[in-house]
């Protein structure tokens, strides 16, 4: 029995790693509780908690502790890590759950002593006497001895991996599985996948910036619709070209860049100021100065 035991426990650790975990998240979820218990008083008087904040505290984390250690022998943090606590004191080599005065001193132990830490700086940041600054003194000697001894129990607990807390070593409660671990089976194929998709948006993003899509559209637009050569005088433009040769419509303010095409101002100082090697799509003509046209085209010269 002692054999599978051990076996059962090389088998299934509770990895340092996850405990630490389970700390943090016990930490992040205190302090996303306090800022959204804060956010409730932002429209009364500032300051309002400040005199009663340890106290207030100290009250949240009491229900904490009521609905995760005094109920479930585990934390929020050790939950979703599937973690609960075990009575270490016992004999037995059964799972058993806290003792009553197990949780009790671990309320005491957290709880208790975190509001008298915040209380007694309160009260003696404030009070100045020869008496108080003595009893000050021992105080901070008191708390510096805890945290010497909170870092000899992690230095222990980095050698052997248990009791990862001065609380826990003292009361005998060890982190275990609620579960047995098993092995997953891990398929690699949808995360080769989602590589392969990230790799190839990350080259499109790359890529996309270095092409100029006007250009490239107006020359598929001129392979799509091929203008035979006209003559170059500005009767043929008044005769002939009475289409925009980007937008397809009337002329507005008519303009040429030195070829036999008709664009309407806008359309070509805006694709000019796009593209400082902007081509005519008709016929590949480059911009070489931008003229408005001379003679008018009349509306009675469409029919």
Known sequence: MASSIGNEKSVNPVLRISQLDA???????????????????????????????????????????????????????????????????????????????QKLGYLIFTVGGRWLEERCYDFFSNRQLQSVSKIKQYI????????????????????????????????????????????????????????????FAEFLIYLLPLINVQKLKLKICSWCLPIANLSNSEKTLAAHYKVCSLCGEWPTMPHTIGCSHVFCYYCIKSNYLFDMYFTCPKCGSEVHSLQPLKYKIEMTELH
């Open 23 to 101: 700390l943090e998240l016990n930490k992040a979820l205190e302090q996303l509780v306090w800022s959204q218990f804060t956010s409730c008083f932002h429209g009364f008087k500032p300051g309002v908690l400040a005199h009663i904040e340890p106290e207030v505290k100290a009250f949240l984390w009491v229900l904490l502790w009521r609905f995760t250690i005094y109920s479930k022998n585990a934390t929020v943090g050790q939950a979703i890590l599937n973690i609960q606590y075990k009575n270490n004191l016992s004999q037995t080599e059964k799972y058993q759950p806290l003792s009553k005065h």
């Open 140 to 199: 901070n000697f008191g708390a510096g001895l805890l945290k010497i001894c909170g870092l000899v129990n992690f230095l222990i607990f980095l050698q052997k991996g248990t009791f990862a807390t001065l609380t826990e070593r003292i009361l005998g409660i060890k982190s275990v599985f609620c579960k047995p671990q098993t092995v997953r089976q891990v398929g690699f194929e949808y995360m080769n996948r989602e590589l392969l998709w990230h790799g």
